[in-house]
T-cell receptor, first 113, second 111 residues
């Protein structure tokens, strides 16, 4: 069964900490994505990557960076965590451009205190 | 950029057919319409995709009129476990690989 695995289900971090969220996919997909989901706001795209070492900003990249050193791994980095980054973070990967076959991870619920 | 509009919420009862309509007036000629389902505390899950007319799988049907400016997801005989948020998506039209999610439709199925 194909999978997108996010390293942590729940995380609690302190304001100002550097936070790493890891995502690994086993489907050899070119494209990987990081979204955050907040009540009433739906899923918002933070960053995406269509190839190793390539990255593109999504709609809300401020306060985040990403790393894609290997095809299967896409990391989201919160340089200095703030309370407004408390959210559910979802990683996804895909092969097709058309939206079919996006596979999402189970999410990481991050709380910044 | 292509954008979708769908109802914020819908209520239904077990055993009924549910139709959720999405409008996408600016869909590009070659782009497909895709629907995802999301349960609480889980990532979205692909349900169905179509380009025109009708597509059916074991979960749902998707109806797309000739002008392709809207589409309707049809869930036959819903059960309580179909309570979820349903997202209609089209590519943004800028040749990128990203998907933009709207707010989705929150479907509540009552006993």
């Amino acid at each position: 069964d194909v999978k997108v695995t996010q390293s942590s289900r729940y995380l609690v971090k302190r304001t100002g900490e550097k936070v790493f969220l890891e995502c690994v996919q086993d489907m050899d997909h070119e494209n990987m994505f990081w979204y955050r989901q907040d009540p009433g706001l739906g899923l918002r795209l933070i960053y995406f990557s269509y190839d190793v070492k390539m990255k593109e900003k999504g709609d809300i990249p401020e306060g985040y960076s990403v790393s894609r050193e290997k095809k299967e791994r896409f990391s989201l980095i919160l340089e200095s965590a703030s309370t407004n980054q408390t959210s559910m973070y979802l990683c996804a990967s895909s092969f097709h451009r058309q939206g079919r076959g996006y596979t999402f991870g189970s999410g990481t619920r991050l709380t910044v205190v | 950029l292509a954008k979708t509009t769908q109802p914020i919420s819908m209520d239904s009862y077990e055993g009924q057919e549910v139709n959720i309509t999405c409008s996408h007036n600016n869909i590009a000629t070659n782009d497909y319409i895709t629907w995802y389902q999301q349960f609480p505390s889980q990532g979205p899950r692909f349900i169905i995709q179509g380009y025109k007319t009708k597509v059916t799988n074991e979960v749902a049907s998707l109806f797309i009129p000739a002008d392709r400016k809207s589409s309707t997801l049809s869930l036959p005989r819903v059960s309580l476990s179909d309570t979820a948020v349903y997202y209609c998506l089209v590519p943004p039209g800028d040749s990128s690989y990203k998907l933009i999610f709207g707010s989705g439709t929150r479907l509540l199925v009552r006993p």
